[in-house]
């Protein structure tokens, strides 16, 4: 079974920063992509920052030079590098990876962890 281990997440001043890690286990496949998206209380959930296996990036206009994303395949581990964060950075994040499946076809299926909580206060 595929399991995303988050961690990193917590309470930080506006202006501080964090990084949040997450691990895949369970799989066989390099995942495709593997990225992070947030939901705050009340809104719908969003695309934060995206990285492919080739290391090709995308950032939400939002955190766009505050935010570096990162992957280190040999651990199986997705990196999301948060500088200068400010209050409306406040929500629960969620790790994504798509990935090739075996037991499902095999198909590319996304997967998703249970979420981490960032608040920041001011």
């Known amino acids: 079974q595929v399991q995303l281990v988050e961690s990193g997440g917590g309470l930080v001043q506006a202006g501080g920063s964090l990084r949040l890690s997450c691990v895949v286990s369970?799989?066989?496949?390099?995942?495709?992509?593997m990225g992070w998206y947030r939901q705050a209380p009340g809104k719908q959930r969003e695309l934060v920052a995206n990285?492919?296996?080739?290391?090709?990036?995308n950032y939400a206009d939002s955190v766009k030079d505050r935010f570096t994303i990162s992957r280190d395949n040999a651990k199986n581990t997705v990196y999301l590098q948060m500088n200068s964060l400010k209050p409306e950075d406040t929500a629960v994040y969620y790790c994504?990876?798509?990935?090739?499946?075996?037991?499902?076809?095999?198909?590319?299926?996304?997967?998703w962890g249970q979420g981490t909580q960032v608040t920041v206060s001011s």
């Open positions: 990285i492919t296996s080739g290391g090709t990036t």
């Open positions: 994504k990876v798509v990935l090739l499946s075996a037991a499902r076809g095999p198909r590319l299926v996304d997967y």
């Open positions: 369970g799989s066989s496949f390099v995942p495709n992509q």
